[in-house]
Every structure is written in C-alpha cells, then in structure tokens.
C-alpha cells in the first residue's frame, strides 16, 4: 500500500521560498502524476501543479510564476518550490498521486498523505 | 479553468437520514468527477471516482451519478462517521479544480 510522507519548514517569512519533499513509500514514481494541493485555514482545496516520473508538469497558471517541481528518482520523491511566498501562501500542503483509469479518460487522487501546514508570517 | 460549484454549502442531517449532494461544472466533462471526505484536521480521502464508481473500503452507502455537467453524491443512510466535508472535483484538464465543498453536520 503506497503512502506519501511530506516533509519540509513550516514556518516562513514573506519573500521567502517554501520547499516540501513527499516521499513515497511502498511503491514507484513510474506510471503516475504527483501532485501538490493545498488548503488555507477554514478554506477549500487548490490544486498547485503536477509532475510525472519523467519530468513532464502541468502547473495551475495562478501560481505557474512561483511554482517548481522535481522528482529524485534515487530517493523515491518529489518536491515543490514556491517563492516569493507570501501571507496568502499560508496553507495546509498535501502532496496526492493521481491514479488514472487504464483508458487514460479519468483519473483521481489517491492517496494522499498527511498534510503539513505551511505558514507566513 | 472549469468552475465545479457544490450545493448545499452545508446541511444539517440526523443520523439515517438520506443524504444528497450536487455538483455543477460549468462545462461538460464527461465522467471526468470524483468525490472526496475530509474530516476535520485530516486529509482528504477519495469516495467515488468516474462518477460512480465506488473506491475499495468505502462502504457501499455511499453512491455517486451522473455525466456531463450535473453530479450527485448521495449517502444512503448517514452514520456518525460521515459527518464531515465532501468535495468534488474535476479531472477533465488542467488546472484540476475542487467545488467549494459541503459541510455535513449534526441535527
């Protein structure tokens, strides 16, 4: 059973770069997409971007200026950089896999691990 | 980017009751819609994915349906353990979007 565990600072101050690692645990990074979501207090879900094994992103053009995301294939994770990080950035950050169905037509997140809150100030 | 609106924001409901929620995209994505649970302070958990089709483990009061634009999650007979936040969300294209979610409380 594959399981994600985030890691990274959590507390940042403004213009700074926030940077997370999710590793993934019981499974490969070939096959799939690996996403980055994020939460900010009493709020709902926004979807920051996504990477596959072989480097290929999708990024939400809302933050596509600030965002970067790699893979380490040697250490079975992928991170995500944001910089310039503001107040607004304050959040609660979930990394997913996204699984799709074997015609390519749908697809969803799971799973996804623990979340880590990320705040500016 | 495909808005996904949600309703009700939220609802009150007993334990039993019938439960049904909706979810509108703005434009036709076919199946391309997922469901999700979240409990306060956890991360979100998949339900249904294509529209209807039921994840392994989640039990079987939970049902998804619908195509196109319009989307239901109903549960059949909520447990103490539901009440939570649902979402749906999009996966036609990118950027993947969430509806505002569905708080489900206590009566």
């Known amino acids: 059973q594959v399981q994600l565990q985030l890691g990274g600072a959590g507390l940042l101050k403004p213009s700074e770069t926030l940077s997370l690692t999710c590793a993934v645990y019981g499974g490969s990074l070939s096959g799939y997409f690996w996403n980055w979501i994020r939460q900010p207090p009493g709020k709902g879900l926004e979807w920051i971007g996504q990477m596959n094994h072989s480097g290929s992103t999708n990024y939400n053009p809302s933050l596509k200026s600030r965002v970067t995301m790699s893979i380490d294939r040697s250490k079975n994770q992928f991170s995500l950089k944001l910089t310039s990080v503001t107040a607004a950035d304050t959040a609660v950050y979930y990394c997913?896999?996204?699984?799709?169905?074997?015609?390519?037509?749908?697809?969803?997140?799971?799973?996804w691990g623990q979340g880590t809150l990320v705040s500016v100030s | 980017d495909i808005q996904m609106t949600q309703s009700p924001s939220s609802l009150s409901a007993s334990v039993g009751d019938r439960v049904t929620i909706t979810c509108r995209a703005r434009?036709?994505?076919?199946?391309?819609l997922n469901w999700y649970q979240q409990n306060a302070g956890e991360a979100p958990k998949l339900l249904i994915y294509a529209a209807s089709s039921l994840q392994s483990g989640v039990p079987s009061r939970f049902s998804g349906s619908g195509s196109g634009t319009d989307f239901t999650l109903t549960i059949s007979s909520l447990q103490p353990e539901d009440f939570a936040t649902f979402y749906c969300q999009q996966s036609y294209n990118t950027p993947r979007t969430f509806g505002q979610g569905t708080k489900v409380e206590i009566k």
């Open positions: 997913a896999r996204e699984v799709g169905s074997l015609r390519g037509d749908v697809s969803w997140f799971d799973p």
């Open positions: 434009q036709n994505i076919t199946n391309s």
